[in-house]
């Protein structure tokens, strides 16, 4: 234990809330710097995401080789992924090969949330309840929670009325199910519908797809890596992990800089068929200029809407797969295998809502404006509060009690997405403000996991007992994510980037769109500055002594 400069006793020096990615990579690294971490898991084993994604078809968009941690050598080294993109029980096996590799599964305590957590301005220490009943307190509390996490079911009447089984994509059952011989329904034609729709019309006797919105899906072209390309990839890991570190979005992909507009029609058509053809999320960075200006943007969703219209046999169903209500690249871009060609399947039907919507679930199935339809069986893939529903779940409450939810009621407010003004020695990975789901995720955590034990080792190395985001420099990085939010058509779908799936919930774009690169040397300048932005309190002897460091 640490005393931080003649503290009040802990029980850990941090408390973690999560063992995903970014819950494990936090235990490794604290526990290397010499600090006692005790995690809180609700599920029963490590994984979070991929602890619970285990709808069929479920698979990660970035591909394997980009998905997994850089933090050790060895650990790149010695995993053989088998596939471009990773499937759901891969990410799983590894993620447990992880957990094992640097035994972190004894300081998790697994099947335990975590339910409320209050800050002791005092002692400046955090509180922490969980659900087993537990008390512990801890100098730091980092919410390692995840951005999807919190499962959201439609605001549909009749839901527990339906008589047959429903499932949520985000919470499947561990044993699987099998839909063999069942007329089953899929509610949403997000990312995790469209992988797992044609998984199910594979099984199902007949399958409903009840589609409010379309979706830009890319094919992902999956398929085995080659001993040669994993040889290669291994062999420059270093400086390709470097690269990624560096570059917009988590991935080293080289981004033309040219205006889609400035080219011809001939030129753009063969950069976008190159793309598809290759494979992934990357269509949306063809040209500089897709997410800023309608027009670029409107060429390249033409573009996909063709290819709908050629794979696609019936016309009517085509005209309804074709997104038209947003640009694409403005609601996270879909990848897939074999999605659109699922509709021409003689066992699946397209049920356009958006003329006919669900008036309700009855006790045999869905009920439209229009229509009855009887199923044996109901999936919701319908999504997540997104980034804040994790973090609001657990009642934390700051200086004079002041509860997370009443300061985020507006909406988010962060100071670089890590930490929040009124919350001292709280962290957040991955939080509102961060690149988080714009970019890869296991970058992001990364960065984010060694910048916050850094601060917590020269907490310690300094004396310093507790460390809060000051309010102005907090208001200066709201600005800062609106300001490149709104430079962007992003701002123009119903997304839940900006919360609009989520009825009733401030509209606020929630990630930073500025990219991984120019985010990592903003974290890098602000800790440069003896973190500029943060107001430290240093216990000297006898006394407590207030430091600002003003930015
Ligand atoms: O959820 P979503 P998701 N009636 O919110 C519909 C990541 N992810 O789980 O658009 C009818 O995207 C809703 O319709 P609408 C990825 O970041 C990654 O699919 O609101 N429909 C929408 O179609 C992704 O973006 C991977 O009109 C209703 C769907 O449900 C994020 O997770 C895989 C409805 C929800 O789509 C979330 O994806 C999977 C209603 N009342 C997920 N309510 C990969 O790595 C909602 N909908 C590949």
Redesign the pocket.
Known sequence: MNDFGKATAVDFDVVVVGAGFAGLYLIHRLRNLGFSVRAYEKGSDVGGTWYW?RYPG?????ESMDYSYSFSEELQQEWEWSERYAAQPEILRYIRHVAERFDLRRDIRFDTRVEAAEYDQPSATWRVRTSAGEQVRSRFFVMASGC?SSTKM???PGLERFAGPTYH??LWPHEGVDFSGKRVAV???????I?AIPEIARQAAHLHV????P?FSVPAHNRPLTAEEVRERKRSYPQYREQARHSYGGVPVAYNQQSALEVSAEERERRYRELWQRGGPFLQRAYADLLIDRAANDTVVEFVHARIGEIVRDPRVAASLMPKSHPLGTK?IC?DTDYYATYNRPNVTLVD?SDDP?VAVTERGVRTLGQDFEFDALVF????DAMTGPLLAVDIRGIDGLGLRDKWSAGPRTYLGLATAGFPNLFMVTAPGSPS?LSNMIVSIEQHVEWISELIASARAGGIRSIEAQAEAEDGWVETVNRIAAGTLMVQA?S?YLGA?VPGKPRVFMPFAGGVDAYRAICDEVAAQGYRGFELERVEIGEVRMERVVG
């Open positions: 994604n479920a698979r990660c968009d970035v999807l439609p605001e549909i994509t985000g509610i949403g034609t997000g990312s995790s519908a992988q009840f589609q409010r919105t979706n996270r990848v809502l669900i893939a319908t999504g997540y789901v119903n839940w799936n």
